[in-house]
């Protein structure tokens, strides 16, 4: 299987363009050159920079009291307790410099290889962040998705009869609706956050899952070494968890990596239409949203990087799911 995979093209560019986003997502606020909460830290000076622009500042005490923050707190969350930045022009360096005070520390530049955005936030750190946001939604809802289908999958093709009708009835039902539609509903009546949009994006998704699970279960239950474990007295639950559910496998591995590219589209269509993750937490679909309206300006490019991140994880996804597949159809010839 790992020697098929290895060959596949396909495969191997998906796998390298999602792990690569991975890394960063995981590494996050460690790497991020704002660390603060949501990398959201406002500087008006330096709204709307160009990618490239170097500013200078200095550091300035904060009013308030800070407290210890581990690096583990500062690796999962961010540090509630940023540099405070007073920005400095070239015509304050050499007064700011002569004349610091017990606030201030010594004179430091910092390079925007992103630019900023409106309210003068790194766009890079935004971006490192919200890459976390889309993969954490992306696989708790592929792993939700997954356990629902397979659930309501197998008890529709197993016991059959009513049973079968009516989760065929529901499978129905949410298969002719848009998932963005069914995520919208959702979203709507859940409460406004991370977890709302984990929930839709999960209830968004099962279908396909249940249906191939159900259609699969339908043939594996006439199989002979279904009826030898009947025979043999197996429970219900121990056939369809022992004996079924790992012929599945290869099907629900294509409908992972599946999943996982159509919850993260979601999740960004959701952000697009305000429905999303509340702000300032970064979401690559919120940020092409706040920066739609520079898309006829010199400024495009607001827009365009976060809408670029979305395609490139997207395609990695389906380009893995398309490599499994022909290992799959491969294997079945």
């Known amino acids: 299987m790992l020697q ?19 890394i960063v997502a995981i590494l996050g606020y460690s790497i991020a050159p704002d660390n603060s ?7 008006q000076e330096w709204k709307n920079l160009p990618p490239g622009t170097c500013k200078l500042y200095i550091e300035a005490a904060s009013q308030t009291k800070s407290t210890h923050v581990s ?36 004179i430091q530049s910092i390079r925007f290889w992103l630019g900023t955005d409106q309210f003068g936030r790194d766009v890079l750190s935004r971006m490192i962040i919200g890459s976390r946001v889309s993969l954490t939604i992306g696989f708790i809802a592929m792993i939700s998705s997954l356990l629902l289908g397979v659930f309501i999958g197998l008890i529709s093709g197993y016991y059959g009869g ?32 991370l977890y709302q949009v984990m929930v839709a994006t999960a209830l968004s998704t099962w279908v ?25 007295g197996f429970s219900s639950w ?4 022992i004996h079924i559910l790992p012929n599945t496998k290869g099907s629900l591995t294509v409908l992972a990596t599946t999943n996982f590219a159509a919850a993260i589209l979601l999740e960004a269509g959701l952000g697009f239409l305000g429905l999303g993750v509340s702000p300032p937490t970064p979401t690559w679909g919120m940020m092409v949203k706040e920066n739609m309206g520079y898309l006829v300006l010199d400024n495009a490019y607001m827009a365009l990087i976060p809408g670029f991140a979305i395609m490139l994880l997207v395609m990695g996804f389906n380009l893995m799911s398309m490599g ?9 010839n």
């Open 162 to 193: 009513r049973t079968d009708k009516f989760l065929s009835w529901l499978i129905a039902v949410f298969w002719s609706v848009p998932t963005l539609l069914i995520a919208m509903g959702l979203s709507l009546f859940l409460p406004k956050g």
């Open 4 to 22: 098929a995979l290895r060959k596949s093209k396909l495969f191997l560019i998906g796998f390298s363009i999602c792990g690569i986003l991975s």
């Open 37 to 43: 909460s949501n990398a959201n830290r406002i500087v």
């Open 324 to 332: 499994l597949r022909d290992l799959m159809d491969t294997k079945s």
């Open 238 to 241: 121990r056939i369809m968890l």
């Open 208 to 232: 396909e899952v249940a249906r191939v699970v159900r259609g699969q279960t339908l043939q594996f239950k006439e199989r002979e070494f279904i009826m030898a474990a009947k025979i043999n």
């Open 71 to 106: 690096a583990w707190q500062i690796w999962l969350t961010g540090n509630p307790n940023p540099i405070k930045i007073k920005p400095i022009g070239e015509g304050d360096k050499h007064h700011s410099a002569d004349n610091r005070n017990p606030t201030t520390s010594n």
